[in-house]
């Protein structure tokens, strides 16, 4: 059996970088430090990162403040989750109204022309996706061990991360699957900013950072990462 995933480390610090990664950013810290004169302790680094990452407390004091955060927003997004689903279902309606043809859902693909698209296995909460996209994504989970055993326990999703280790001029591309495997989030970032979002897209909406989400009107960035698939390594985490 695979080790068990602490149950924080999916928790967001206000960088937008989740517990995971930060845990990951301190041993790399500390790993560089053992060919100095000043080796750093992991200790030391999980608190170097916390700073950095917005809370400038002790890794410990800034995981529970994490926890307090993480309790109001649980509360806070079971009063949104009712206007949020209504807005998704205005935003499919004016999708399905706009570029619907022969009962299929055409998106452009940037290029002049139409890609056929739909929501990840037809369920209300799926990420609109194409063909192509679904498969490639199914098989790179199959190839890494499967959903079912990539899933830290019950009830768990997977957070699928494609990058070029390194690369400053690759984008990231990160996908979210809920317990049951559908695909539900898309997020493209730029790695050699610490991941920084510049895209998001979730059912039928999609959203470019600093602009308000709108109903998706393109499968460009699906199409992008379809093509840049070939260069990107997949790595799994838990939700």
């Known amino acids: ?46 608190d ?17 403040s994490l926890i307090d955060g993480a309790s109001k927003e649980e509360a806070q997004f079971r009063s949104m989750s009712g206007r949020i689903k209504g807005q998704e279902s205005h935003y ?14 055409m998106l452009s693909n940037g290029e002049g022309g139409w890609v056929e698209a739909y929501q990840h296995n037809g369920l ?29 326990k019950e009830g768990s999703g997977l957070q699928i991360l494609y990058e070029k280790v390194d690369s400053k001029s690759h984008l990231a591309h990160e996908f979210h699957l809920d317990s049951k495997g559908t695909i539900f989030y898309y ?23 600093g602009w308000a989400p709108r109903p998706i009107d393109t499968a460009l960035h699906l199409v992008c990462f379809t093509y840049f698939h070939q260069f990107l390594s997949p790595k799994v985490l838990t939700l």
Request: glycine fraction near 6%; charge should be neutral; aromatic fraction near 6%.
């Open 124 to 152: 209300a909460n799926g990420l609109v996706v194409t063909k192509e996209l679904d498969e490639l994504i199914n098989k790179d989970i199959e190839q890494l061990g499967g959903f079912e055993a990539l899933k830290s």
């Open 92 to 105: 499919k309606k004016d999708v399905l109204e706009s570029f619907s043809h022969d009962g299929k859902l």
């Open 1 to 46: 059996m695979g080790k068990k995933q602490s149950p924080t480390n999916n928790l967001i610090f206000p960088s937008g970088r989740s517990v995971i990664r930060c845990k990951a950013d301190a041993k790399e810290i500390r790993k560089q430090s053992k060919n100095t004169s000043e080796y750093i302790s992991l200790n030391r680094a999980l």
């Open 187 to 209: 997020c493209r970032s730029q790695p050699w900013s610490g991941y920084e979002a510049e895209y998001h897209a979730r059912g039928h909406e999609i959203q470019t950072v």
């Open 48 to 64: 170097i990162v916390a700073t950095e990452n917005g809370i400038d407390l002790p890794w410990d004091k800034a995981l529970s």
